[in-house]
């Protein structure tokens, strides 16, 4: 699949399938306008630990001379101080501009190494390489790396693509079942933005991921309808982050990047009210599309059948941690100072009928409903 950006000169293709990861090497050789002589694979202990070895072989049997970068797991990883050590590292090795910078890891990986990519040398090429549900279809595309300072998360950054994404399922096999369904949690809103269809694919998915669980990446036969839906959750990103590349403030449209944040304006509360420990990311979104969901329907946007399906495809691909003690003012609290209040109004991403979102201001959402919405969501589970 090869995706288009709309500037001269940028596109970069992303490949999904089943045993990849021997083949990295390969692919950046035959992608590179200069063929790289060095490499460095920026990774964390437990992903080098699985899959460093493969992919470090097949570099250097592309004629590629490869070094890890080890950076901490979490998101103590996104820091200014990893990001130092790992440009101090491309130096030491010194990494140039006809040279690769390999992110093989999740989210936290790929942010940490775009931003490093993109300030060495004021830019050097750099290949994705997701080992992460959630990165393969939401942080690899689109452009968006990141760190986190004392001030909240993602708050630095830049907007720098990747010379290609190379998601191999396989290495789905050996992640964490949490991980697993707070990935899915963010296919779920893909394919609530998209329409009825996708989401019922989505919904069958669950069922095959019910059955077999995530032995079924191991399979390249079984993880083909996991292949299907991630490629076509990357479609959907793809298509959004085209029409709107830079997530313009004043885009409101059904096409705005801004829809994608469905789900995440009580989900970014609850991670922040819970101090970022207890829920993970994709979970806090999973509660975050039922509220927004059900708001919808309190609103007369949405219609019952609507609700139900999209409860029910949350529901599918396991249970998400119990929020209901978690103090209701702190989270309406972390609502109001959520990073994407502009000129201090809320905007919240709405759903008026599956496939269509809407974005609406925080102030034709009374309070009393906000807080009715939370106890509906926290008693039905
Ligand atoms: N740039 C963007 O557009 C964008 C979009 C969404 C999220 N993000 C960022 O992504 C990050 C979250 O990413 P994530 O959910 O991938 O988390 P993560 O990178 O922390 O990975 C989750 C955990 O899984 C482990 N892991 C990774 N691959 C594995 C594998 N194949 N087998 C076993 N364990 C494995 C990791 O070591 C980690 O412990 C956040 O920092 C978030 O801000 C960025
Ligand atoms: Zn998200």
Not at 36 to 51: D, E, F, I, Q, S
Request: net charge positive; proline share 5%.
């Amino acid at each position: 699949m090869i995706v288009k950006i709309p500037q001269p000169g940028i596109s970069y293709k992303i490949t999904v399938g089943h045993g990849l990861l021997p083949s990295v090497g390969e692919m950046i050789a035959s992608t590179a306008a200069t063929p790289p002589r060095k490499a460095a694979l920026v990774t964390n202990r437990r992903v080098y630990g699985l899959y460093g070895d493969i992919v470090e072989a097949g570099v250097k049997a592309a004629g590629i001379d490869i070094f890890p970068v080890l950076i901490p797991d979490g998101e103590k990883g996104k820091s200014f101080r990893v990001l130092q050590a790992v440009l101090n590292s491309f130096s030491e090795h010194s990494i140039s501009r006809t040279d690769a910078v390999i992110a093989l890891g999740g989210g936290v990986v790929g942010d940490l190494a775009g931003v490093a990519a993109s300030l060495h040398l004021r830019g050097v090429p750099y290949y994705q390489v997701p080992t992460t549900l959630l990165a393969m279809i939401d942080s690899s595309v689109g452009g968006k790396t990141g760190i986190n300072s004392p001030y909240g998360k993602n708050l630095i950054g830049s907007f720098y693509q990747p010379n290609a994404v190379i998601a191999d399922i396989g290495a789905l096999a050996t992640l964490p079942k949490r991980e697993i369904t707070a990935g899915f949690m963010e296919a779920v809103k893909q394919a609530a933005l998209s329409g009825t269809p996708m989401l019922e694919r989505t919904a069958e998915l669950s069922e095959h991921y019910r059955k077999l669980g995530r032995e079924m990446f191991n399979d390249n036969v079984l993880s083909v309808p996991a292949t299907d839906l991630i490629l076509e959750n990357i479609r959907f990103k793809t298509s959004v982050v085209r029409s709107d590349e830079r997530e313009s403030v004043v885009e409101t449209g059904s096409r705005s990047r801004k829809t994608l944040n469905f789900g995440h304006t009580y989900g970014h509360a609850l991670e922040k009210a819970t101090q970022y420990r207890y829920l993970k990311h994709g979970e806090a979104v999973g509660w975050g599309l039922l509220f927004a969901a059900t708001l919808s329907k309190k609103l007369e946007f949405l219609a019952s059948d609507e609700l139900n399906l999209l409860n029910d495809v949350v529901r599918g691909f396991g249970r998400l941690p119990d929020i209901s003690n978690i103090p209701i003012n702190s989270i309406l609290d972390s609502v109001l100072h959520d990073k994407k209040v502009i000129d201090g109004d809320i905007q919240w991403i709405l759903l008026n009928g599956i496939g269509k979102p809407v974005i609406v201001s925080g102030r034709q959402v009374p309070g009393k409903m906000l807080e009715q919405t939370h106890r509906q969501i926290t008693a039905s589970r």
